[in-house]
């Protein structure tokens, strides 16, 4: 019996349910995962760029783009126990340039940035707030690394009623296998995996009626 089947007959990889106030959260793409003058980094830049794509359209919908990042104050990194498994999170200190949205991105003034500790975008952040204040049903995530914060924040989402979805070519990894597995067992137990073409046409679609009614329609954040 074959690894799909098997998961099929568990009821494992079903489609996940479609709304129509998307957000998009944009995990880590800061410079300490960006720029690989840093030890904690990987080339990226294929993965923002496809990225890029996807926030600008859901921006110019009026649908809610969110940043985040890892910081640490010099006073916390003693204590705490992730940085003693992954000492070289260590170096992402508040005030450094290792902790900031790469400029790549197209971030801008008005989008969100959620500062984080651990894995999660969820844990111990206003995050799952802010989207249920902006009335959001459907969530888009993206970002590094795939088998670590973008894996953890997809789990948290689901956990905390948001349906989700993943770009795989908007996600990166600093090595292949934990990409590739991890994006496979997302799909069939978290969120459907799909490309950033799929998701920018989902998109357009979503915000095609609010621009025939003069930019006022459901799709307005």
């Known amino acids: 019996m074959s690894q799909q089947v098997v998961y099929d007959q568990a009821g494992f990889g079903r489609a996940v349910p479609r709304g129509r106030r998307p957000?998009?959260?944009?995990?880590?793409?800061?410079?300490?995962?960006?720029?690989?003058?840093?030890?904690?980094?990987?080339?990226?830049?294929?993965?923002?760029?496809?990225?890029?794509?996807?926030?600008?359209?859901?921006?110019?919908?009026?649908?809610?783009?969110?940043?985040?990042?890892?910081?640490?104050?010099?006073?916390?990194?003693?204590?705490?126990?992730?940085?003693?498994?992954?000492?070289?999170?260590?170096?992402?200190?508040?005030?450094?340039?290792?902790?900031?949205?790469?400029?790549?991105?197209?971030?801008?003034?008005?989008?969100?940035?959620?500062?984080?500790?651990?894995?999660?975008?969820?844990?111990?952040?206003?995050?799952?707030?802010?989207?249920?204040g902006a009335k959001v049903d459907t969530l888009i995530v993206t970002g590094a690394t795939t088998s670590g914060c973008v894996r953890a924040t997809v789990v948290d989402a689901v956990q905390s009623g948001f349906n989700v979805l993943v770009a795989r070519d908007c996600c990166a990894d600093r090595a292949t296998p934990p990409h590739e597995a991890n994006l496979y067992d997302m799909h069939q137990k978290y969120a459907d995996v799909t490309d950033a073409d799929e998701l920018l046409a989902w998109l357009r679609s979503l915000a095609a009626p609010s621009a025939s009614a003069g930019g006022s329609g459901e799709g307005a954040a």
């Open 23 to 132: 957000a998009i959260v944009v995990v880590d793409f800061s410079y300490g995962f960006t720029d690989t003058q840093y030890l904690t980094a990987a080339d990226m830049r294929m993965q923002i760029a496809a990225t890029r794509r996807l926030t600008d359209a859901a921006r110019s919908a009026g649908f809610p783009v969110i940043y985040t990042t890892i910081a640490y104050h010099p006073g916390e990194v003693d204590m705490l126990p992730w940085l003693k498994k992954a000492s070289g999170m260590a170096a992402l200190l508040e005030g450094s340039r290792l902790v900031e949205i790469d400029a790549a991105t197209g971030i801008q003034p008005g989008d969100a940035v959620v500062t984080k500790k651990g894995a999660s975008a969820f844990f111990g952040t206003s995050l799952a707030a802010m989207l249920s």
